[in-house]
């Protein structure tokens, strides 16, 4: 029987019916094999895609005509789960986006290559709003609820799930339409499946109760490999959005199987697809505990995996790194020591900072600087007293950085204020011996704001003033009022109205 005979006769059927809806249909053929001989014709091959178009419309209306006792009851063939998964894998991969030839290459430059994928997703994302609808209506019968809860498995709505995620958000593979649809599928996909969100659909309600997280990474395995997942593009960000979406405890079970994928995404030469790993690796930090992480020493080797992008020259990776090491090395700490093994506070941390240290004093871009300089701070936290390892190529640092203006946030300077204020409060007996040249570059920066006719907006002026006379009063407290000493030989030889701002609040609060 043609498609189109199939639908004519259940469009029939479904208005004879409309007077009792809980009779089963007598004339039409039955759910199975009408659904079977759409997927033998849609799934021939030689056909064109006018013909496969045609039958993912009629596809859409013959769901939307359908009994749902004729779809999903047990009184005579119905839909097998097996059937429903054939159908929407047949419609993912019809809608889904062109295989790229080479893992090496991006896709084309050419804008036409994704120019069918946003009519196809509306499309098949409109049948599949169809079906999901069936599945609600069936909600108000216990009976017939339960048979169609069972014939949509978790792999089934895995595939859809996959297939919205793809297209929710703004890509070079969608339009307003597809978003749209696809969005509102993810919508009606958590309805469905009686879930209260998107994240409680994928990790499960409570720990024990399993979402349907492995279900949907079990489909993406196979395109979440070394050689393959650079062949379709909508890969990469499908797994980086769901990941993101399963937090702490339940990350846990599933470490085994993100772990790898985040690494290698991470280890690519493209800095989108590092930027991604990076993140996808800190979400995995942040959500799993650090005795599993230690385990098998995988802390080790993301450790190992970050430390490498340490060498990187791109502002905005080097953001995400440093974010990421930073919750990585608390992990590291917990780690078991073994006899021969260094302290635990001595190796990755101290590593880190002499990296980190090395590159800033060599480094002229400015957007690495600020990167570096509002990072910093967090560092010296972390090592507290032990931050004394590293005062002197530090003071190169903060003298280098002080000296360059980075207007019109002054970011930099203003991370390195922040800095010197940490580094005096936790090694404050080693700051005695460093006044002279400490004095002097903070007073050097006070002067050259104030007089560097108005290049610096008010907000970061008044910042920089502020910071650098919470390191004066702070010099001051750990030198036993040296700098207030120094300071009122220096206000009675300057009339520059912001150094004697700056003294007087000096002298008011010491």
């Not at 895995?158 to 793809?166: K, S």
């Not at 280890?267 to 005795?291: F, R, S, T």
């Amino acid at each position: 029987m043609e498609l189109a005979g199939l639908l004519k006769s259940l469009q029939l059927e479904s208005q004879r019916e409309r007077g009792g809806p809980e009779s089963p249909p007598v004339s039409a053929p039955p759910a199975e094999q009408v659904l079977s001989q759409i997927l033998s014709l849609f799934s021939a091959p030689g056909v064109s895609s006018n013909a496969k178009a045609g039958m993912v419309r009629d596809l859409r209306v013959l769901f939307e005509a359908a009994d749902c006792q004729w779809l999903f009851g047990d009184s005579r063939p119905s839909a097998t789960p097996k059937l429903l998964e054939d159908l929407v894998t047949a419609l993912s991969h019809y809608a889904g986006l062109p295989k790229q030839e080479s893992d090496t290459r991006g896709p084309p430059s050419d804008e036409g290559f994704y120019a069918t994928v946003p009519d196809r997703t509306a499309e098949v994302g409109l049948v599949f709003l169809s079906l999901l609808a069936k599945v609600e209506a069936t909600k108000g019968s216990r009976t017939l609820g339960a048979l169609a809860v069972r014939q949509i498995p978790p792999r089934c709505l895995g595939r859809i799930y996959i297939f919205a995620a793809a297209h929710h958000s703004e890509k070079p593979w969608t339009n307003p339409k597809s978003q749209a649809v696809a969005k509102e599928l993810l919508t009606l996909l958590v309805q469905a499946a009686g879930c209260g969100s998107l994240a409680e659909f994928l990790r499960g309600e409570s720990e024990d109760e399993e979402g349907k997280f492995a279900a949907v990474m079990g489909l993406l395995k196979p395109e979440l490999t070394k050689e393959t997942w650079k062949r379709n593009p909508a890969t990469k960000h499908v797994f980086s959005w769901t990941l993101r979406q399963v937090t702490r405890p339940w990350l846990s079970h599933h470490l085994e199987t993100v772990l790898p994928p985040s690494l290698f995404l991470s280890d690519d030469y493209q800095e989108e697809n590092k930027i991604l790993g990076v993140c996808c690796l800190h979400h995995i930090i942040l959500n799993v505990p650090a005795a599993d992480l230690n385990q098998f020493n995988r802390s080790q080797v993301v450790y190992h995996a970050l430390y490498q992008h340490l060498y990187a020259r791109e502002a905005q990776l080097m953001q995400v790194v440093l974010l990421c090491l930073l919750d990585l090395l608390l992990v590291l700490e917990r780690a078991p020591q073994g006899l021969s093994q260094k302290p635990k506070a001595a190796a990755p941390c101290h590593d880190v900072l002499q990296l980190v240290l090395t590159h800033m004093e060599a480094e002229h871009r400015l957007p690495l600087r600020r990167v570096y300089a509002r990072n910093l701070p967090a560092f010296v936290e972390r090592l507290g007293i032990l931050v004394t390892k590293h005062l002197k190529r530090l003071e190169r640092v903060i003298m280098g950085y002080l000296e360059v203006c980075d207007s019109p946030e002054e970011a930099a300077r203003l991370g390195i204020l922040e800095t010197l204020k940490c580094t005096i409060q936790h090694a404050w007996p080693r700051m005695a011996c460093r006044l002279a040249v400490l004095l002097k570059a903070l007073l050097r920066l006070i002067w050259d704001v104030a007089t560097d006719g108005g290049l610096t907006p008010e907000p970061a002026r008044t910042a920089l003033f502020q910071g650098a006379t919470e390191c004066l009063i702070l010099l001051d407290r750990c030198s036993q009022g040296q700098v207030k000493i120094l300071l009122e030989g220096i206000g009675k030889s300057c009339d520059d109205s912001s150094l004697q701002a700056c003294i007087r609040q000096v002298q008011e609060n010491t």
